[in-house]
């Protein structure tokens, strides 16, 4: 009887044993190790969406969302800012006066919910953008006059003026296409908890901490190289994504890490640890000047502060090498994009600030002092705004000072367009990838003069108060241009005149991270920042 109690007990242990095994390779925290068999990509990030609906959400972190569940009629190539069709098949036609777009669109399309896409369901998404009032209405608001149904297949829009960077505008991830069946169009009519696209991923999941994406069954196109994602939602820290990598609890980081930490990470790339995958971002740093305050008025003075200006230097001891010099308000994604500032005053060229400094009337004894405002919650431009006097003391000997100074975010953007300051640390994040988003809003002025300045329009908005004749007759031309190579011309001229009136010095672009795992491939960054989730898998083991 012993014997039998004794061989039972052991059958029973065995039988646990077994049952734990099984337990625990099955119940693992699927955002972290990954098998083949299952090929999830788990996502971290700091990045905290606050609406999913396309016509209101207008920050990043929702914008990627709907970037991967949902699509436009238009999109970029990834990696690049060259435009492509998704759910329209053709570049528009447009007609002679640039005012009226035809655009054929995709058949065999369904929504998630199973509604079918058709030239009313993209109708009804376009003027649900613009009527319902949220923060990204006015990209489609201001330009379209009328959205017309012209066949099943088919939209024709009308415009209110001519626009040729259009198509950029209709590549804006929220102006999707969504069911007709799942929104409402009527001011204020959001859903910010759901998302009912036509994109390779279905929304399962939206949580404060978490989201979930599943593979769309019935996707029109070419499925996604995984069977779906999780993000998991760090929201504004840093550290924790940082650890939650470092210890494979993602097989992705993306948005965003310090630059310590993104240092830090880059030094395990060298280990063969993990993967890091770099690219040029869109978003433009620069030093704005008030033509209309002293003695920022005199050309000299500007084109001094132009020249003096040691870019690698910033970059090196406050950006970390993180960071892109730029010599022009575009940016090198384009390919319109020209170093006027550094074919005109180089860079650090303290000789020719001096120079400049002196024909102004300008000496130790007779300094020229210019005040530089930066926002108070940035840290980076308040070491900026130093790092340039330090230098500025040290190399120009007295004759021009700079005195940094700050005020609190709110107070900062308000004073800026009412002319408050002399000068002032700022950065532009695009709302489309076109050189118009990073030209028009700088140096068109709709009401001024040479002698009175910018007294209403972009330049007032942006605190340069910088009025051009010129640069308004080239930004209408550009505007109207349907010709994309005389087009590029005119933004070579638009950069040109910005370097000789210097109203803005461009100082630094953004240089993007993404981190991976070493079992991931295919993890892209676009200059847009919009994270292409489907690109994205586990590394196949060969099987003999």
């Known amino acids: 009887m012993a014997i039998a109690n004794l061989r039972k007990t052991f059958r029973y242990l065995a039988l646990f044993v077994l049952c734990f095994a099984l337990a625990v390779g099955c119940s693992g925290d699927r955002t972290a190790t990954q098998t083949p068999d299952n090929n999830r990509i788990s996502i971290g990030t700091t990045l905290k969406a606050r609406t999913l609906d396309p016509a209101d959400s207008y920050e990043l972190a929702g914008l990627n969302i709907i970037y991967n569940v949902a699509e436009s009629l238009y999109t970029y190539e990834l990696g690049t800012t060259e435009i492509k069709p998704l759910l329209a098949t053709a570049?528009?036609?447009?007609?002679?006066?640039?005012?009226?777009?035809?655009?054929?669109?995709r058949q065999g399309v369904t929504f998630?919910?199973?509604?079918?896409?058709?030239?009313?369901?993209?109708?009804?998404?376009?003027?649900?953008?613009?009527?319902?009032?949220?923060?990204?209405?006015?990209?489609?608001?201001?330009?379209?006059?009328?959205?017309?149904?012209?066949?099943?297949?088919?939209?024709?829009?009308?415009?209110?003026?001519?626009?040729?960077?259009?198509?950029?505008?209709?590549?804006?991830?929220?102006?999707?296409?969504?069911?007709?069946?799942?929104y409402k169009i009527g001011a204020g009519e959001?859903?910010?908890?759901?998302?009912?696209?036509?994109?390779?991923?279905?929304?399962?999941?939206?949580?404060?901490?978490?989201?979930?994406?599943?593979?769309?069954?019935?996707?029109?196109?070419?499925?996604?190289?995984?069977?779906?994602?999780?993000?998991?939602?760090?929201?504004?820290?840093?550290?924790?994504?940082?650890?939650?990598?470092?210890?494979?609890?993602?097989?992705?980081?993306?948005?965003?890490?310090?630059?310590?930490?993104?240092?830090?990470?880059?030094?395990?790339?060298?280990?063969?640890?993990?993967?890091?995958i770099a690219g040029s971002g869109t978003v433009v740093n620069y030093l704005v000047l008030n033509l209309q305050q002293q003695p920022l008025d005199r050309l000299e003075v500007r084109q001094a502060i132009a020249s003096a200006i040691d870019r690698a230097l910033i970059d090196r001891r406050v950006l970390q090498e993180q960071a892109e010099p730029i010599y022009s308000l575009l940016p090198t994604a384009f390919d319109s994009y020209q170093p006027t500032f550094e074919t005109l005053y180089g860079d650090a060229d303290v000789n020719k600030a001096k120079s400049f400094l002196q024909a102004s009337g300008y000496s130790a004894a007779?300094?020229?002092?210019?005040?530089?405002?930066?926002?108070?919650?940035?840290?980076?431009?308040?070491?900026?705004?130093?790092?340039?006097?330090?230098?500025?003391?040290?190399?120009?000997?007295?004759?021009?000072?700079f005195i940094p100074s700050s005020v609190e975010s709110a107070s900062f953007f308000s004073n800026l367009s009412q002319g408050i300051y002399p000068s002032a640390l700022v950065d532009w994040y695009p709302d489309f990838l076109d050189p118009d988003n990073y030209l028009q809003p700088f140096l068109s002025c709709s009401k001024g003069s040479t002698k009175k300045g910018c007294q209403e329009g972009a330049a007032q908005s942006r605190g340069s108060f910088y009025y051009s004749d010129r640069a308004?007759?080239?930004?209408?031309?550009?505007?109207?241009?349907?010709?994309?190579?005389?087009?590029?011309?005119?933004?070579?001229?638009?950069?040109?005149?910005?370097?000789?009136?210097?109203?803005?010095?461009?100082?630094?672009?953004?240089?993007?991270?993404?981190?991976?795992?070493?079992?991931?491939?295919?993890?892209?960054?676009?200059?847009?920042?919009?994270?292409?989730?489907?690109?994205?898998?586990?590394?196949?083991?060969?099987?003999?």
Not at 204 to 214: E, N, R, V
Not at 472 to 485: C, K, V
Not at 498 to 517: G, I, K, R
């Open 112 to 182: 998630h919910d199973g509604t079918a896409f058709n030239g009313e369901a993209m109708a009804f998404s376009l003027n649900r953008f613009i009527t319902n009032g949220g923060q990204p209405a006015f990209l489609l608001g201001d330009v379209v006059e009328n959205i017309e149904v012209t066949g099943e297949y088919e939209l024709q829009i009308s415009l209110k003026q001519p626009f040729a960077a259009f198509p950029a505008l209709l590549a804006f991830p929220g102006a999707c296409a969504v069911s007709p069946q799942a």
């Open 366 to 401: 007779n300094p020229a002092i210019v005040e530089i405002w930066y926002p108070s919650g940035s840290i980076t431009r308040g070491i900026v705004a130093e790092t340039i006097k330090a230098y500025v003391d040290l190399e120009l000997g007295g004759v021009i000072q």
């Open 472 to 544: 308004n007759q080239l930004i209408e031309a550009e505007r109207s241009e349907q010709n994309s190579e005389q087009r590029q011309a005119i933004f070579v001229k638009l950069q040109q005149l910005l370097a000789e009136d210097v109203p803005y010095v461009p100082l630094w672009q953004t240089e993007d991270y993404a981190f991976a795992q070493s079992n991931i491939n295919g993890v892209t960054i676009n200059p847009s920042q919009n994270f292409p989730f489907w690109t994205i898998s586990h590394n196949q083991p060969n099987r003999e």
């Open 190 to 276: 959001f859903s910010p908890n759901i998302l009912v696209g036509t994109g390779k991923y279905r929304l399962t999941q939206f949580g404060s901490d978490g989201i979930s994406l599943d593979v769309f069954p019935n996707y029109w196109g070419e499925k996604p190289a995984n069977e779906g994602v999780d993000l998991q939602i760090y929201a504004g820290n840093s550290a924790n994504l940082f650890n939650s990598f470092r210890t494979g609890a993602v097989d992705v980081a993306y948005q965003s890490l310090d630059p310590n930490q993104i240092n830090n990470l880059i030094d395990g790339v060298a280990e063969d640890k993990w993967q890091a």
């Open 91 to 105: 570049i528009p036609e447009v007609s002679e006066d640039g005012l009226l777009y035809t655009i054929p669109l």
